[in-house]
Each structure stands twice: as structure tokens, then as C-alpha cells.
């Protein structure tokens, strides 16, 4: 299957050999199921009630909240949301939005999980639905459910033109290089990359005898191709690990290792604690249970109270900011 298609683009942008992965992960499920659930909601399709079943109270009011954006931001006029009804050509690539209203001009994409960037997604859909609909202009909404966060993308004929067209260079260029990324995990080539093997050794230098980590650390260049290199290493090494602990586990040896079994501590359901809780006091039973996360007290707030009763903001406790070290760029440059 060729790499090149809508979705790809913006992995493709930052690495022009990436390829992504036959199998997807755990991830990759939830985002196919929350997304038939979405179209469901949308369409009101008798299914919707069983796949309700198979989501959790969290994935259903993520669901529940990107289907009252959409209907909110759509206005008043037509709604795509079939399958066969959201394809959209462009380039010689086919891509599927999750939700389209034409005479609004807007395209709705659902995103759940980590927040990445999507540009050259969104302008491959905007410019497909520019050249079906003779528009100058498109929007498109990505629905980041997991974080309630929509984001809005505005895009002209031309603009999204040079994104596409660009990606679409890249990749075709016969003398194109890989770019260790973010993306790595999820390359099928990940495995086999030189570029990505080159910079990992970046990192692996640390070990050899007479390396001089006081001179990198005093060196900001040097610094920061360190750790960009030791990003690339993180990923090597959840894959040995996991490589690992299978040899461990049939029976063979892996020199320096050993499996550890770890004893479960146990735990209480919420039906025996809700039981037990008049009897404990609500008091401390919710003191050992700990600070809710300001997130999931929201989610249960939108479920259970009335609509014009609006979540108490002042309820929300914050220690303040703090500060974080992250990456400039998605590519890493050893």
C-alpha cells in the first residue's frame, strides 16, 4: 500500500520514508471504534446503542462531546457523515473526513488520544473538497476529543496546494533521506533504519570509555543533539525490552537480566467502596482515594448534571505552572 495518502502527510512533511505499520496498536482500535461510534451519533443509526455498550463512560462522552460540536459549528444545512459520502479525492489520493457540511464549508476530522499536528491532512481534504465544490476557500475542524479541544484550520485554494504539493515532492524525490522523528514508532521501517540506528549511536556513546559528558553538557549543540539522540534511544529500548522479556519468558537468557514477578497489591471496585463508604465516612475514604483530576471531574459533571447548570470553575484547585523541557522540532537531528 502506497505511503501517500492524506492521513500519512503529516508524518510524511517531517520524514519522507516513513511507512506506516500493517498492525495497529491498542491506540489505533480505540480511534477506529470512537470514530463508528462518532458517525453513529451523528446519523442516529440503530448501532449507535451497541457500540455505546462496547465504549467506556469516559469514550462515550468524548464521543458525546465532538457530536454536539459538530452540530453545533455545522449550521443549519446538510450533513455528510456516511463513509462512502465523506471520500474525498486529491492528488491522486483518496482520503475519508468523519463528518462534512458542504453548503458551511467545513470538514470535521475526530482525533483522539495525544494531540499531534494534522496541517497536511486537513489541507489535502480542504483542497479535494475546493476542487469537488469550484470554492476558494475551506475549513477544517479537527475535534481533539480526549482533551475537548476544538481546532480550526482556514485554508485557500493556494495554501493548500503548496502544502500537499510539497509533501508530495518530498517523497518522490529519488535522493530523499529519512529523519529520525516522532513518528519512528510507528514506521514500519523503524527497525532497519540507518538514520534512525546513526543517531541512537549518538546516545550509545555515553557508554564508550573517555566520553566526556561535562563537555557536552557545557556545550549547548552538543547538548542538544544528545538528548535529540536519546529520544531515539527510548524507542529502541521499549522494543528491547519487549524483545527481552519474550526470550525470558520461553525459558532463555538474556545476560545482565532477569524477570521479576511483581505481586499484585490489590485493590477495591467502586461498587464494594460505595458499599463500604457510609460506614468509613466520605470524608476519608475520598482523602485516600486522592485529588480528582480536574478532567474527569468535568466528563462526570457534563454527564450527570442539568445543561444550565455550568461546571463550578472555582472548584478547581492549581499548584501553578511549572516548567518542562521539550523538543523544538518532530525531527531529531543527532
Not at 457534563?302 to 521539550?326: C, I
Request: charged residues 25%; proline residues 6%.
Amino acid at each position: 500500500m502506497s505511503a501517500l495518502r492524506p492521513s500519512n502527510l503529516p508524518k510524511l512533511a517531517v520524514c519522507p520514508c516513513f511507512e506506516g505499520r500493517a498492525e495497529g496498536g491498542p491506540d489505533a482500535a480505540r480511534g477506529i471504534l470512537l470514530d463508528r461510534a462518532f458517525r453513529a451519533e451523528l446519523s442516529e443509526a440503530e448501532q449507535r446503542l451497541a457500540l455505546r455498550e462496547r465504549l467506556t463512560a469516559d469514550d462515550n462522552a468524548a464521543v458525546a462531546w465532538a457530536v454536539g460540536e459538530v452540530r453545533r459549528l455545522a449550521g443549519s444545512g446538510p450533513l455528510l457523515v456516511r463513509e462512502e459520502d465523506c471520500r474525498i479525492p486529491v492528488m491522486g489520493m483518496r482520503g475519508t473526513a468523519d463528518a462534512i457540511a458542504p453548503e458551511a464549508g467545513i470538514t470535521f476530522d475526530l482525533k483522539s488520544g495525544e494531540r499531534y499536528g494534522w496541517t497536511e491532512q486537513m489541507a489535502a481534504y480542504a483542497l479535494g473538497m475546493m476542487e469537488l465544490r469550484f470554492s476558494s476557500s475551506w475549513t477544517c475542524i479537527v475535534l481533539h476529543c480526549d482533551e475537548r479541544v476544538t481546532e480550526t484550520l482556514h485554508f485557500t485554494y493556494e495554501e493548500a496546494t503548496g502544502l500537499v504539493a510539497a509533501v508530495i515532492a518530498q517523497v518522490r524525490d529519488p535522493d530523499r533521506k529519512a529523519v529520525p522523528c516522532r513518528y519512528c514508532v510507528w514506521c514500519a521501517k523503524s527497525d532497519t533504519c540507518l538514520e534512525r540506528q546513526s543517531a541512537a549511536s549518538g546516545a550509545l556513546a555515553a557508554g564508550h570509555e573517555g566520553f566526556d559528558f561535562g563537555a557536552v553538557a557545557a556545550d549547548p549543540i552538543r547538548l542538544g543533539r544528545f538528548l535529540s539522540a536519546c529520544s531515539v534511544l527510548d524507542g529502541f529500548r521499549e522494543q528491547a525490552r519487549e524483545a527481552a522479556t519474550a526470550i525470558l519468558m520461553a525459558g532463555g537468557e538474556v545476560p545482565g537480566w532477569q524477570l521479576e514477578e511483581v505481586p499484585d497489591g490489590g485493590h477495591i471496585n467502586p461498587e464494594t467502596l460505595g458499599h463500604h463508604i457510609g460506614a468509613l465516612g466520605f470524608g476519608p475514604v475520598l482523602s485516600a482515594c486522592g485529588p480528582m483530576p480536574a478532567g474527569a471531574f468535568r466528563r462526570l459533571w457534563e454527564q450527570r448534571m442539568p445543561r444550565d447548570r455550568p461546571f463550578p470553575e472555582t472548584a478547581v484547585t492549581r499548584a501553578g505552572s511549572y516548567f518542562r523541557l521539550r523538543s523544538t522540532t518532530q525531527a531529531i537531528n543527532p
